[in-house]
């Protein structure tokens, strides 16, 4: 097999029971996101494939807030398939500077292949499937979904961010209706509008609703 083809095997395999959200069909959509952005950008496809298949390999979430174990184990994994020093460094680099983190970390790696990846990834939290995997989210940690006397938490450092522990609907205003305007590329900015401006729909609906309006 090759060896995107051996990386779907391995993500598909160590990612059998988790959570829905993070899930080996997380990974395919990003997976599927990243390809057709990168064809829109002079980037290196195999390193933009493996960065994306790997990007939540051990996600810090789910492991006590460890960032450093999703790095460990997928650059063990590229070793093992005999990947050159440099793809490891790269693909290594995407997963630590991936996530959003609160929003206010600056990056310490700069690549086209970074900004395809994150890309992709954040194009999973917006729209339809990004509400539905908050919520799914929210229920795992037994997140509240809505408390009108809860105002979202703003501009969090990234120790705030990981330790916050708000409302599911406070979480479209602290992360997901801000990463329109975080996008790294022309095709994610294009791909991310419908997808914001559906959440608005919702979030509206949603107050309508609450307020016995609708």
Known sequence: MTLIQNTISFVKKQLEHAESGHDWHHISRVYNNAKRIAEQEDCDMQIVQLGALLHDIADSKFHNGDESIGPKVAGEFLAAQNCSQEVIDHVVK??????????????????????????????????????????????????????????????????????????????????????KDLMNTKTGKEMAQGRHEFMEVFLSQFYSECDGEK
Do not use: C
């Open 94 to 179: 995407i997963i630590e500077n991936i996530s959003f983190k609160g929003g206010n970390t600056t990056k310490t790696f700069h690549s086209l292949e970074l900004d395809v990846v994150q890309d992709a990834d954040r194009l999973d939290a917006l729209g339809a499937v990004g509400i539905a995997r908050t919520f799914n989210y929210g229920g795992f940690k037994n997140t509240p979904i809505y408390d009108p006397e809860v105002a979202p938490k703003m501009q969090m450092t990234k120790e705030e961010y990981k330790n916050h522990r708000g409302t599911t609907i406070n979480h479209f205003y602290e992360k997901l209706l801000l990463l």
